[in-house]
C-alpha cells in the first residue's frame, strides 16, 4: 500500500507539531509513507533519517499557481498512490489528489476557515487511526553521541525568531547568561543564522561570550545533534525550540507575539513565560516583548538547570 500525507505549512515548528500524527498513520498501516511538504519546513533536514517517512517531496514555487496544479498532479500521479491524509481543509489539495487517481481521500472539513494546529491534527489522525495520539513528538536523529564536558551546564539559546516582534531582546540573554554563569559553569549555543549574525556577534563580544558556539554556519540537519545533548533551551518561540522538544529537551520558552495555545501547550517539555498581564492569550498581534519579566526567566532558567 502506498500512502501520501500531505502537510503544506510552512514552518519548522508546523512540522514538528505534525510528527506524531504522520508516524501514527504509518502504524496504522504498517507501511512507510510519503510527504508532501514545503521547502520551507527543511522537512529533508528534519525527516531524513525518519524509518516512518519513505520519501518527502517537497512543494516549492514550481507547484504554486494553474502550472503548478498540473505539474503536481502528474508527479503524484505517477507514483500511484493508494490513499492520501491532507491535514489541511484546502479544495486544491483535494482536487489534486483525486485527479492524481487517488481512490482513497481522507481531510479536514473543506473549507475550514480558522483552527488550533495541535487539535485540529490530533482529532483528524484519531478519527484515521482508531487510537488515541499523544502529542508528543520524537524525532530520532544518529550521531549523538554525547562528548560534553559534564562539569558545564549546556545551553541552546534561542536569539533568532521568524520577526523583530518575537525576538527579546539580545541585551537581556546577554545579561541572562552573565547571571547565570555567576552560579554555575555554562556554555552556550546561539540558535541562530546568517541572518541573526548582528546579534550572535553581539553576543560573543560580550562578558558572556566567552564559552560560547553559534550555528550561524550550520545547516539545519548538522544542529540537531547539538541541539540534542544540551540541557535545556531557553529562548524565542522559534523553530529551534520545536526541535529542542521533539529531541527531548526542557525548554524555556517566551511567547510575545504568537499563539501560545497552539504552539506552547502540546508538549510537557515546554515552559512558557508570557508578558505581564497575559495567561495563555498571547496571539500573532499581541506585541509583549518588552513585557517579559527578566526575573521570572532568570527565576524558570535557574529552575530548568536543576
Not at 509513507?33 to 512543494?59: C, F, M, R, Y
Not at 516582534?165 to 545579561?175: F, G, M
Not at 563580544?205 to 548538522?222: M, Q, T, V, Y
Not at 515552559?271 to 518588552?290: A, F, R, S, W
Request: net charge positive; aromatic share 8%.
Amino acid at each position: 500500500m502506498k500512502i501520501l500525507i500531505i502537510q503544506q505549512r510552512y514552518g519548522i515548528g508546523d512540522m514538528v507539531i505534525f510528527l506524531p500524527y504522520i508516524h501514527a498513520i504509518s502504524k496504522k498501516f504498517n507501511t512507510a509513507v510519503s510527504l508532501l511538504a514545503k521547502k520551507s519546513s527543511k522537512a529533508n533536514d528534519i525527516l531524513g533519517e525518519d524509518q516512518h517517512i519513505s520519501e518527502i517531496i517537497t512543494l516549492d514555487k514550481e507547484k504554486d499557481g494553474l502550472s503548478g496544479f498540473f505539474k503536481l498532479t502528474a508527479e503524484l500521479k505517477k507514483r500511484k498512490f493508494d490513499k492520501v491524509f491532507i491535514f489541511n481543509s484546502s479544495l486544491r489539495y483535494n482536487l489534486i489528489a483525486k485527479f492524481s487517481g487517488i481512490k482513497s481521500i481522507y481531510q479536514y472539513p473543506l473549507l475550514r476557515s480558522k483552527d488550533n494546529i495541535v487539535h485540529s491534527a490530533k482529532i483528524f489522525a484519531e478519527n484515521v487511526t482508531g487510537q488515541a495520539i499523544s502529542t508528543e513528538p520524537n524525532l530520532k536523529i544518529k550521531n549523538i553521541d554525547n562528548n560534553n564536558d559534564k562539569n558545564f551546564k549546556h545551553i541552546c539559546l534561542g536569539i533568532s525568531a521568524s520577526g523583530p516582534t518575537k525576538r527579546w531582546d539580545i541585551d537581556n540573554y546577554i545579561k541572562l547568561c552573565e547571571e547565570l554563569a555567576k552560579t554555575k559553569k555554562c556554555k552556550f549555543y546561539l540558535a541562530g543564522g546568517k541572518n541573526d549574525i548582528d546579534l550572535i556577534n553581539k553576543f560573543k563580544n560580550s562578558d558572556a561570550g566567552k564559552n560560547c558556539e553559534s550555528f550561524e554556519r550550520l545547516n539545519i540537519k548538522e544542529t540537531l545533534s547539538i541541539i540534542k545533548n544540551c540541557d535545556c533551551y531557553i529562548g524565542n518561540d522559534t523553530g529551534f525550540m520545536h526541535l529542542a522538544v521533539s529531541l527531548g529537551v526542557k525548554s524555556l520558552v517566551l511567547f510575545m507575539d504568537s499563539p501560545v495555545m497552539a504552539y506552547g501547550k502540546y508538549s510537557s517539555r515546554i515552559t512558557v513565560i508570557e508578558p505581564k498581564g497575559e495567561k495563555n492569550t498571547t496571539t500573532h498581534d499581541t506585541l509583549g516583548k518588552d513585557k517579559i519579566s527578566f526575573e521570572e526567566v532568570l527565576s524558570k532558567a535557574n529552575q530548568i538547570l536543576v
